[in-house]
């Protein structure tokens, strides 16, 4: 299969030849690894209960999803990936806010998803082998894992959907086993390992949960929908089964790993970590299975995470090609394994991680879904590419290529959800506002769209889709006589 030569610009419809089955495919199968089932062990770990775990997983995952899956459609019409979509409403270089905020999303993903896999690999090779967990053990272990993601990576999405409907069977097949494997030592007890409520009492730490463990999965995708999305024909499949299908891709992709994790971590008594008690815990005949869901689904979440973090780049830097910004950025991911092996605890690095990026990207998902409604779904997408031509002009140029009002209320947002977080090491001046709940994702999202929506006139969203309009048709009109 040859290497992807599309970077971000637009895919011409005859290569649009992926459906909503191939994007609940690619949703499902890329997802049922450890570094999304180690999500499901963060609750446990906070000391909450299984009931209470699993209801803050499926309440944050649920309203993640109803939030994130339209970001789908945008891409469905631009056939480009989100964050150059995003230059309508943030102007052709604004884009990069988009960029950038996607580039750290994938990268800290990557990271995760590597540096929990390696762990795994290596508590089951020193099981089956009595490989030493070393700091060389760990370098060659990590080292294949990013090799064997990097490959994926830069065949591009057509290897990355063939791997994900292949994984989609394999690590089902696998999680089921898992089930058999850790159900004798199950308990729906909170651990006492644990040491109790993580916040202090249970509502503050429901929520933590519920944004640190549910609503960060679909909040991941926030930037990385549009990667696949770009690759259905809307003129083949409609906006409604594109929608549908990203619901099902991301509820089931998500749901099933993570609360396969929170099952674990009740099997395996995993309270201040995840992967060792995972690995003493499973029995002789599950650690081959163990081995190959380390492996194989770290390289396939991993692959689409990197593969997405070389599209952002791309758009940072239109000159260089995807392969090679798929390389550099793969350096760095590898780089951030061993500072988290070494630096972190998983459960402060997880935690803090996702806190912040969630107050980050939200506003900025906020006001592209505004743009589109505003625009009505409708892009000029030869003027979404202008920066990427290194040229001016277009309806999205705005002011010397950005948004003013956009950008600034995309700041205002995150500055606002940095504010109101509650991280293990710091606690934002807005928490006594809300009772040291943390809303830093209601708060930024909310207020990113209130200044989105007061600042930035909707005429000019609705004189370009006017002009936009008129020229469709003008074609039409054409074509038929």
Known sequence: MPIEQHGVDTIPDPERTSGPRDLVSILLGSNLCLGVIIFGWLPPSFGLGWWTSVSAIAAGTVAGTLFTAPLALVSLRTATNLSTSSGAQFGVRGRLVGSVVGLLLALGYTALTVWIGGDVMLGVLGRLFGLPADGVSYAVVYGLLAAATVAGAVYGYRVLLAMSRVLAVGMTALLLLGILAY????????????????????????????????????????????????YISPARHSSRKVLHATWLGLVLGLLVPQLFGTFTAYAAHAAGDYAGPLVAAAPAWYLVPLLLSASAGSVGNAGLMLYSMGLDLDAILPRASRARATYTVAVVATACVFVGHYAWDAQSAMTSFVLLLTAIGTPWAVVTLIGFVRCRGV????????????????????????????????AAGATVGLLAVSLPEYEGPLLRLTGGVDCSFLLSGLVGGAVYLLSAPRREGVRATAALEESAAALTTTVER
Do not use: C, K, M
Not at 194 to 200: K, T
Not at 203 to 208: E, H, N, R
Not at 382 to 394: H, I, P, T, Y
């Open 183 to 230: 159900a004798p030592h199950f308990t729906t007890s909170a651990l006492p390992d644990a040491g109790g409520y993580l916040l202090g009492s249970f509502w503050p730490t429901w929520f933590l949960a519920v944004v640190a463990a549910g609503l960060s999965g679909p909040i991941a995708f926030i930037t990385l929908l549009g990667d696949y999305t770009r």
């Open 379 to 410: 892009y000029d997408a030869d003027a979404l590419q202008v920066f990427n031509r290194r040229s001016r002009g277009g309806v999205y140029w705005y002011r010397a290529g950005w948004n003013v009002q956009a950008t600034l209320a995309w």
